[in-house]
C-alpha cells in the first residue's frame, strides 16, 4: 500500500498541533501554579477512592468518563466530518480536551466541582493527571474508530452508570450540579 507524501505531510501537521496543543496545556497548568504531581508525595498510576489524591495520580475513576469522552468525540467529528481524515480528527479531539482541562482547572471551575454531590473531593488536577486525561480521550477516541458505532453508545453509557454508581459522579451529573448551582 503506498501513502502519498501529501496524506504523510497533513498528518504530520495534525501531529505537531497536538503536540503544541498539550505544549499549550501544560504552561497553561503550570501558570496557574498546578502541581507536577500530587503533594502528598506519591506517585501512583491508579488511585481510587482516595479523595487526598483525587485527580492528582495519573490515572483514576474519572479516567474512565475521559476515555467515554473520547469514544463521543469520534462519533461525533465522523458524523458532522466524515470528510476529515482520521488525524485531523483525532487533532481535534486533543483540542477538545486541552481546552476542557485548561478551563477546568480555573479556580471558578474548581470551585463549581469542589465536592458538592460526589464522594470524591476535587481541588484540580495535577499536571500529570490532566495529561492522563486527555491521553485517555485519546485511546477512547483511537478505541472507538475501531470498533461499531453501537458497541461505541454502549460503552458510553456504562462507563457513565458504573462511575456514577462507583464514585457517585458523571458526566451527566457534572452537569446537572452546574445548571442547578447557576439556577440557585
Known sequence: MHISNDVVSRSSRHFTISFLLICSQIIWLLSLGRNWFCACGSIRLWTGMDPAQNSQQFFDPYSLLHFAFGCGLF?????VRPHFTLARRAAYAVMSSVLWEMCENLPFV???FGTEGTQLAYSGDS??????????VLIGFAVASRISTPVTVSAILALEVLTFTWIGDSVVAGVLRIVSS???
Open 110 to 112: 474548581i470551585g463549581l
Open 75 to 79: 462519533l461525533w467529528l465522523t458524523a
Open 182 to 184: 447557576s439556577i440557585a
Open 127 to 136: 499536571i500529570v493527571n490532566s495529561l492522563s486525561d486527555t491521553f485517555s
